[in-house]
T-cell receptor, first 107, second 115 residues
Framework: RKEVEQDPGPFNVPEGATVAFNCTYS??????FFWYRQDCRKEPKLLMSVYSSGNEDGRFTAQLNRASQYISLLIRDSKLSDSATYLCVVDDYKLSFGAGTTVTVRA | GAGVSQSPSNKVTEKGKDVELRCDPI?????LYWYRQSLGQGLEFLIY????????KSGLPSDRFSAERTGGSVSTLTIQRTQQEDSAVYLC?????????????FGPGTRLTVL
């Protein structure tokens, strides 16, 4: 079983829509979680950390469910610029990445 | 510098040749990581340096891969006798202290193509 698994998508959504996707992780002892964004042929960049109580950053909401060992990302009022691959990351000092979920926002 | 830099940005080599990839971390960051991203695959951890501690080499796929970090700053990843399956983007990241709460900042990567 992979350490981090994601639905690869793609999620094709119109501008203004809400899109959400999950990722599961295998190590129940993991403590630190992130969402990274990666644009085509670019390096990953931190989008947001994921806190136990859930957290928002503008139109982005991240949730952590420790019992079921998954984290989620929700994007509200999606913009064309949100089109990217979103990488779920578990940090046990070295990062374990999911394969990424591709989101395409269309006009 | 302002961010993590890597060189070269692209490297094309012939099977069997050795290559060296360089990473300059953010100034003052004590932790440095190497990852690789193969086509259609997620990022894969290779090696981790933290200060003067022995590096964690648990992710290196074979003994053809090695890395050094000189003076606690610049790092070089060396691949000997390259194979076609080594073709990937090699990403370097650094963080301030290497703890699980520190953000890892990535360089732009080196795209390696082995013919």
């Amino acid at each position: 079983r992979k350490e981090v698994e994601q639905d690869p998508g793609p999620f094709n959504v119109p501008e203004g829509a809400t899109v959400a996707f999950n990722c599961t992780y295998s190590n129940s002892a993991s403590q630190s979680f992130f969402w990274y964004r990666q644009d085509c042929r670019k390096e990953p960049k931190l989008l947001m950390s994921v806190y136990s109580s859930g957290n928002e950053d503008g139109r982005f909401t991240a949730q952590l469910n420790r019992a079921s060992q998954y984290i989620s990302l929700l994007i509200r009022d999606s913009k064309l610029s949100d089109s990217a691959t979103y990488l779920c990351v578990v940090d046990d000092y070295k990062l374990s990445f999911g394969a990424g979920t591709t989101v395409t926002v269309r006009a | 510098g302002a961010g993590v830099s890597q060189s070269p940005s692209n490297k094309v080599t012939e099977k069997g040749k050795d290559v060296e990839l360089r990473c300059d971390p953010i100034s003052g960051h004590t932790a440095l990581y190497w990852y690789r991203q193969s086509l259609g695959q997620g990022l894969e951890f290779l090696i981790y340096f933290q200060g003067n501690s022995a590096p964690d080499k648990s992710g290196l796929p074979s003994d053809r891969f090695s890395a050094e970090r000189t003076g606690g700053s610049v790092s070089t990843l060396t691949i000997q006798r390259t194979q076609q399956e080594d073709s990937a983007v090699y990403l370097c990241a650094s963080s301030s202290q290497g703890s699980v709460t520190d953000t890892q900042y990535f360089g732009p990567g080196t795209r390696l193509t082995v013919l």
